[in-house]
């Protein structure tokens, strides 16, 4: 979402971010390096934070000397809800929510209300026109988002849903679509708070949308509703639709059906369905690119979860697969667009195995030439194979134990009783994740003792506990121990549960 926050905001957040992703004190003058904004500039943004952040020292902490910032740090803070907050108060995020709700906007009386000027307004519209424009929609001269419908409803889904973690619609209308579902819907108490606010904005968007006259058409999904109407979750959005005014049946069926979609999409709801039932729905006929997909299914399953014959786990990725082919082909949106990142490199940061997962399935795109596609020259490699590495590591969290190395830990001690001490310490903080051996060998990862051993060959993984009191020098060996934990880690294997045929 930093691509929708005012400039203001945007250099708060990314001298926030330095501080809290250094893990250290900051000073003024290594914050303005890193920002490339003014020492004086750095200062200020500190003092607001200072007055706006309802944080304890240990979160957010300054130090003074003589009236002026020494230096500052910050451990763990919730930069997304900073985020959250300052988008709200952001310009474009006025002009996205104006505009939905009332399907254009009046630049005068906008900025008169808002209290912003002429040349503001036109440069926030110009950035949201050249985001709109890499979402594959425009818009128009009236400040109208103009473009595919599902396109549109899924800007306003992926905007909305990552802008805040709190209502920010009518309340009336909230508690309308919250109570006929809690009544209506199985499977409402079992979703999460979280996921209930999205299933109420994913209704809310097709009831504001189909107000402004605006419909969702879909024919292949229109039809197969058709064919699957006795399912809970369609009969009761149809009935919910039903109680609307002025739609013919074909609308009513149209808004179900995209609802359903997005439902889907985001894994909102998912019937009970067998493999025979669930082919028989997403076919060949109704669906072209099935043929497609059961090849990439096929090679995921054979390299990602070991040629598994099991049909619940072939189902799952064949969905999830499926899923991928209609979402590109029906409203595919880049979701990194409305992420907060600063730092890309940690953030998009993959481990050995993480890499090797991309490059295997980066292979098997260009083998099925999946990128010669036509229909999917208009997207960027990129976040196509970023959308289904996720889907897959997603599955293989589900469907795989992981396994790696345990750290031998070698304890000796010069004073009586202390050893066993000091084990009993550090074994509740790792369970079976550590092994404290008897003998000391050059296997052993770790050796803690009390006095330098000169003559040993793993000098280098010596960590010196005087005695099991001294909390620095234990609190040092769980680091220790922590971080060959995470080497370890580093080079772990996957291996399939055991799964019937």
């Known amino acids: 979402m930093r691509l929708f926050l005012d400039e203001i905001y945007d250099r708060r957040l990314k001298v926030l971010n330095v501080i ?71 310009t474009m995020y006025k002009v996205i929510k104006h505009i939905f709700l009332h399907d254009k906007l009046d630049v005068n009386k906008f900025c008169k209300v808002e209290f912003i000027s002429a040349p503001t307004f036109s440069r ?83 009831v504001t949308r189909s107000r402004k006259k605006h419909f969702a058409k879909n024919e292949v999904l229109s039809s197969s509703l058709k064919k699957h109407e006795n399912l809970e979750s369609s009969m009761y959005l149809l009935n919910y639709f039903k109680l609307g005014r002025n739609k013919t049946i074909e609308q009513i069926r149209g808004e179900t059906s995209a609802t359903l979609f997005f439902f889907y999409k985001e894994q909102m709801i998912f019937e009970e369905i067998e493999l025979s039932s669930y082919e028989e729905y997403f076919s060949l006929d109704s669906f072209p690119f099935i043929s497609l997909s ?23 990725v064949k969905r999830e697969v499926d899923l991928f082919y209609l979402v590109l082909d029906i409203c595919f949106i880049d979701y990194k667009i409305f992420y907060y990142v600063y730092d890309s490199k940690k953030f998009y940061h993959a481990d050995s195995i993480e890499k090797k997962m991309k490059e295997k399935l980066a292979e098997i795109f260009h083998q099925l030439a999946i990128f010669a596609n036509k229909d999917l020259k208009k997207f960027k490699e990129e976040d196509l194979l970023d959308y289904m590495y996720l889907a897959i590591y997603s599955l293989q969290t589900q469907f795989k134990v992981t396994s790696y190395e345990p750290v031998t830990v070698f304890i000796q001690n010069t004073k009586k009783f202390v ?9 509740p903080f790792f369970g079976d994740r550590i092994e404290c051996v008897e003998l000391l060998t050059s296997q052993v990862d770790i050796v803690v003792t009390d006095v330098k051993l000169p003559n040993e060959s793993n000098l280098s993984n010596q960590v010196y506990v005087a005695t099991f009191s001294d909390y620095d020098d234990i609190t040092f060996l769980i680091e220790q121990i922590q971080n060959k934990l995470l080497e370890n880690y580093n080079k772990r294997k996957m291996h399939l549960h055991r799964l019937e045929s």
């Open 419 to 427: 050893r066993e001490i000091i084990k009993e310490k550090i074994s």
């Open 20 to 90: 809290n992703n250094s893990g250290e004190i900051k000073s003024i003058k290594e914050i303005a390096r890193v920002t490339k904004l003014a020492n004086r500039t750095v200062s200020m943004i500190i003092k607001q934070f200072e007055q706006e952040l309802d944080v304890p020292e240990r979160v957010f902490k300054v130090e003074y000397v003589n009236k002026t910032i020494k230096s500052v740090s910050a451990n763990n803070l919730d930069l997304n809800s900073i985020g959250r907050s300052y988008l709200l108060q952001s």
């Open 294 to 316: 059961s090849k990439l299914a096929e090679r995921i399953v054979d390299e990602f979860f070991d040629g598994s014959k099991n049909k619940e786990l072939y189902l799952r």
């Open 124 to 206: 926030n519209r110009k950035r949201l026109k050249k985001i709109l424009q890499e979402c594959g929609l425009d818009l128009s001269r009236e400040n109208s988002i103009i473009g595919d419908e599902f396109k549109i409803r899924n800007f306003y889904f992926l905007f909305f849903s990552n802008a805040s973690n709190v209502w920010e619609f009518s309340t009336q209308e909230y508690l309308e679509i919250e109570q006929y579902f809690s009544v209506h819907l199985t499977q409402w108490k079992d979703m999460d708070s979280l996921k209930q606010l999205k299933f109420i904005l994913i209704v809310y968007i097709s």
